[in-house]
């Protein structure tokens, strides 16, 4: 048996003891007290005793972990500002908001431009340059261009940002 439940324990058995000696001092002086009631006090008086001595176990004293200032933590593409830019603007390709599909497929087709200058970039492969084609096009209606998926976005940032070194 814990230590905890013996205390509790022991002053239900006091606060029972009590109310039993009420009992009794009552009854020599001609007052009659429910025993069960007066029992039943005694024991909830004993119970809100011992919790209201009861202490609670406090847990040790814990350090937070220092805290980590170095960028290293982040992925490699993500210390570039114009990818973290593009993060943010890709956030809002929805319809109906600030970047649309058809504004992402314009994005990339900025990044593919400017990769295009490095004479070492292997080619574009077929969708990713099917997509651009697309963007560059002057008739939206013409060249649809569906919703680009998440899989799909970062095999195009990959493939972007391998420029053959």
């Given at each position: ?79 570039d500002i ?48 099917d997509l ?26 990959r493939e ?6």
């Amino acid at each position: 048996m814990s230590a905890g439940l013996r205390s509790l324990l022991l002053h239900a058995v006091v606060g029972a003891a009590a109310a039993l000696a009420v009992v009794a001092a009552c009854a020599l002086a001609g007052l009659h007290l429910s025993l069960p009631t007066m029992v039943a006090a005694g024991l909830a008086t004993g119970a809100a005793i011992w919790l209201l001595r009861l202490e609670p176990s406090r847990a040790d004293q814990l350090d937070s972990p220092p805290l980590d200032l170095d960028v290293d933590y982040a992925l490699p593409h993500g210390q570039d500002i114009r990818v973290r830019r593009l993060e943010d603007m890709i956030h809002g390709a929805q319809p109906h908001r600030r970047m649309t599909a058809r504004t992402l497929a314009r994005t990339l087709a900025d990044i593919a431009a400017e990769r295009e200058l490095d004479p070492q970039a292997p080619p574009l492969s077929a969708p990713l340059q099917d997509l651009v084609d697309r963007a560059r096009h002057e008739d939206p209606e013409a060249a649809p261009i569906r919703a680009i998926d998440r899989r799909t976005l970062h095999r195009h940032l990959r493939e972007l940002s391998n420029t053959g070194e």
